[in-house]
C-alpha cells in the first residue's frame, strides 16, 4: 500500500481504501459475499489474482477477517470494514448526483441483473410465483436471455438459463435501457411508451413488473444540473 507520509486522518484512511478495485472489495463483502467467487462475480474485471492480494492486504489492515468454514475460506468485515457502510453509500450517492454519464463499455447485463437481484424486495413480489424472461439484443452471446422467478417467499432468483417454469411476462430491450431504468435515469413509463423496453405476456403480470422489481435506492438521489465530465 502507498504511504502518503502525513499525519492527516484522510491520507492515513486513503492509504488502505484508495487501491485500485479495494472500495468495489468492500461494496461486495458490505453486500454480504462471503465467498471468492461469489466476491469475483461482482468485480468481473478484476483478475482472480488481484482479488486474492487485495483481500490479503484488507485482512492485514484490519478490516477483513478470514475464516475457514467446512474447509472453505470465508472473507467476512470486521467491526471497522462494516463501519465503512454509510461512507459507501454517500460514496454512491454522490457518484448518481454528479457522474451521470454511463459509457458504453460499462453496460453489463451480468452484473445489472447481479445488482436487481440484491435489490429486491419481496414484499412486493407476487403471492403466487411468476417468471419473467429477460432478452438484451445487444448483449454479447451467452448473456442475451435471463430469466427472473419472483415470489414473496422466495425473493428473486435470477437464472442465465431457462429454469423450466412456465413464463407469465417476456421483456426484450437492450442493456443501456434496462440500465437506466434500473438507475432512475428513465422511468418506467417513458422506456415503455417510448418502447425502448417492450413486455409481452400475462396482462396484469406486465403492469405490475415495474412494481416487482422497482429500481436501484440510489434512483432517487437528485441529479446536478451540470455533472461533471467524464473524460476518456
Not at 484512511?13 to 472500495?23: G, H, N, V
Not at 483481500?55 to 470486521?78: F, H, I, N, Q
Not at 427472473?148 to 423450466?164: A, F, I, T
Request: hydrophobic share 45%.
Amino acid at each position: 500500500m502507498k504511504r502518503y507520509g502525513q499525519h492527516c486522518p484522510v491520507a492515513r484512511a486513503a492509504e488502505i481504501l484508495a487501491e485500485r478495485w479495494t472500495l468495489l472489495v468492500i461494496r461486495e463483502l458490505l453486500w454480504g459475499e462471503d465467498r471468492f467467487n461469489a466476491i469475483a462475480r461482482g468485480v468481473p474485471r478484476m483478475s482472480p489474482s488481484l482479488l486474492a492480494t487485495r483481500l490479503r492486504e484488507l485482512s492485514r489492515a484490519g478490516l477483513v477477517r478470514r475464516d475457514v468454514v467446512d474447509g472453505e475460506p470465508r472473507y467476512l468485515l470486521t467491526p471497522a470494514g462494516r463501519e465503512l457502510a454509510p461512507l459507501m453509500e454517500q460514496m454512491a450517492a454522490w457518484g448518481a448526483r454528479w457522474m451521470q454519464e454511463i459509457r458504453p463499455d460499462e453496460f453489463d447485463p451480468a452484473l445489472l441483473m447481479l445488482q436487481i437481484q440484491r435489490e429486491a424486495e419481496p414484499a412486493r413480489m407476487p403471492e403466487r410465483a411468476a417468471t419473467v424472461q429477460v432478452h438484451f439484443g445487444d448483449a454479447p452471446s451467452g448473456q442475451r436471455r435471463w430469466w427472473l422467478v419472483l415470489s414473496r417467499s422466495g425473493g428473486l432468483d435470477v437464472c442465465d438459463h431457462d429454469p423450466g417454469f412456465p413464463v407469465s411476462v417476456w421483456m426484450d430491450t437492450e442493456v443501456p435501457s434496462l440500465t437506466r431504468v434500473w438507475m432512475g435515469d428513465v422511468t418506467w413509463s417513458a422506456a415503455l411508451r417510448d418502447e425502448t423496453l417492450r413486455l409481452t405476456g400475462d396482462r396484469d403480470a406486465c403492469r405490475a413488473l415495474p412494481g416487482w422489481l422497482h429500481v436501484s435506492p440510489f434512483a432517487a438521489v437528485e441529479r446536478a444540473e451540470s455533472p461533471l465530465p467524464r473524460h476518456p
